[in-house]
């Protein structure tokens, strides 16, 4: 059985989205999926907030480059990133470490972020 990466926690009226997947919590098809499933699951819960963390020095590292070279599977980051910018609650992303590439696209796709001066943002591939 595969080890979920990514955890969502209801605090109160908070929907707390923890990735999970040290040392750098890369962004894979099983990422994407339980992202999309728990952003999907926050519409169900009466919380008037969401924020994304990281239970690891790393916010989100990108991409996982054992993809790189096989075809796109979904669901594809862009619909992720699609689905959390829509919510109709504010999402707001706790910044520590590196938040590179998918990594930033995400902080980037909730309404605010919190960074810690070790914060780290890029996009690598621009």
Known sequence: MMQTKLCLEIRGRAGVI????????LIDRQVRTELLGCIEAVKEHDIDRLILTSACSVFVA?????????????????????ALA???IPTISVLE??????GCEIALACRARIASPAARLGLPEV
Request: proline share 13%.
């Open 18 to 25: 923890t990735f999970d997947a040290p040392p750098m919590n």
């Open 97 to 102: 470490g590196a938040a590179l590439g998918g």
């Open 62 to 82: 990108g991409a996982d480059a054992g993809e790189f070279g096989h075809p796109p599977e979904a669901p594809h980051l862009n619909d992720v990133l699609g």
């Open 86 to 88: 829509t919510l109709s």
